[in-house]
């Protein structure tokens, strides 16, 4: 099943309100969204960078809570966009274009690339 952005905000929508039963006023939702994305950087430097895993249980299961931990991330940024107006698909278009005109020569000249 292949899921667009925008079907991704009428499911998370869906959910919210059926389930969920209202969404977390827009503040809750951005410090939310602050701690997921903190488990997911913990996750990166010890699964990617030099920090070490406490014990060898957290280390095993790392790799498979990574995915949750990017998806939770996803999900609280689906509902801020659903909360305040945003078609986050719309957004990603526009975002992806000024990149492409502001960067169109920008990485290709970077020595540090290379």
Not at 10 to 15: A, M, N, R
Not at 20 to 45: P, Q, S
Not at 64 to 80: N, R
Request: charge should be negative; charged fraction near 35%.
């Amino acid at each position: 099943m292949s899921l667009t952005i925008k079907k991704a905000q009428q499911i998370v929508d869906e959910w919210i309100t059926t389930i969920g039963v209202r969404y977390y006023n827009e503040l809750t939702n951005t410090a939310i969204l602050t701690e997921e994305v903190g488990e997911v950087a913990r996750l990166m430097a010890r699964i990617y960078g030099e920090q070490s895993f406490k014990n060898k249980e957290q280390e095993r299961t790392a790799k498979t809570d990574l995915p949750d931990e990017m998806a939770d991330v996803l999900f609280v940024l689906i509902c801020l966009a659903n909360q305040t107006g945003i078609d986050l698909e719309e957004a990603l278009k526009k975002n992806l274009d000024k990149k492409t005109k502001r960067d169109a020569e920008r990485h290709a000249n970077n020595e540090k690339l290379k």
